[in-house]
């Protein structure tokens, strides 16, 4: 299916315009039912309409979510890379170059880049310098108690559960996504067929093409309409700045 040409929002306005004031003016609705367009079959058309709407709807809705969890998720990185490098650095200091203990930590390596890594390695220095009782005591004299410990480590966790709930956001936007596009081509394909045939039922009666937003062949919707004119005023506009620049 070639990609339709106007927007969502216009496809939409347009299909809803055009069924409802085919149900509700009489004259319209009485020359469509000689073509098969009943009563029945444009409430049938209103339906995929309210389906392509709602999905479209849904689509807006769960995008912003997966773009605010992505922003939790960043926010929750940045505080839990943060908290390992505090403590990170503090062990260093404070076991100087006591490989053993600084192994026992994972500081022998620099901190990973990779985020699932990172969580994994930031888990075991955390809890690693709350099990290992000579690290634990030696660390409480630098202000890092059991208590202070575990709340860190909660960022960990915290960086965890947000790209887990990102993951979930971004999954549930991609559906919507793929449920917007099978809805609103279902509905493309509706309105192909009532366009045909409304151009049929109603061609001696043009005001009534007009009144369900069906334009004549080859003639411009309004949008279209600004943008040309647009367009010219900014080549005239670009025509006289070259002529001046050219006079100077």
């Excluded at 299916?1 to 055009?18: D, G, H, T, W, Y």
């Excluded at 490098?85 to 170059?97: H, N, Y």
Aim: no cysteine; aromatic share 6%.
């Amino acid at each position: 299916m070639a990609k339709p040409k106007q927007s969502i929002s216009e496809r939409l306005s347009f299909a809803n315009v055009a069924i409802s004031n085919a149900l509700s003016d009489a004259q319209i609705g009485k020359l469509l039912a000689e073509y098969g367009y009943n009563t029945q079959k444009l409430n049938e058309g209103k339906g995929v309409f309210t389906a392509a709407d709602s999905a479209v709807k849904r689509q807006i809705a769960l995008y912003g979510a997966q773009k605010e969890a992505s922003k939790k998720a960043d926010d929750a990185e940045k505080s839990a890379r943060s908290a390992y490098q505090s403590l990170s650095q503090v062990a260093k200091a404070a076991f100087g170059k006591d490989k053993a203990k600084l192994g026992v930590l994972g500081l022998d390596k620099a901190m990973p880049n990779p985020v699932p890594l990172f969580i994994t390695m930031s888990t075991a220095l955390f809890d690693n310098a709350m099990q290992t009782k000579e690290i634990a005591d030696v660390l409480k004299n630098y202000g890092y108690t059991a208590e202070r410990l575990t709340t860190e480590r909660k960022k960990i966790e915290q960086l965890e559960s947000a790209r887990a709930a990102y993951e979930s956001a971004k999954g549930a936007a991609q559906q919507a996504t793929a449920e917007q596009k099978k809805a609103m081509e279902a509905l493309d394909a509706w309105m192909s067929g009532f366009v045909k045939v409304a151009r049929v039922a109603l061609k001696e009666q043009p005001q009534l093409l007009e009144k369900l937003g069906i334009l004549k062949r080859g003639e411009k919707t309004p949008a279209q309409r600004q943008a040309s004119a647009r367009a010219v005023q900014t080549k005239k506009a670009n025509r006289e700045k070259t002529e001046t620049e050219k006079k100077e």
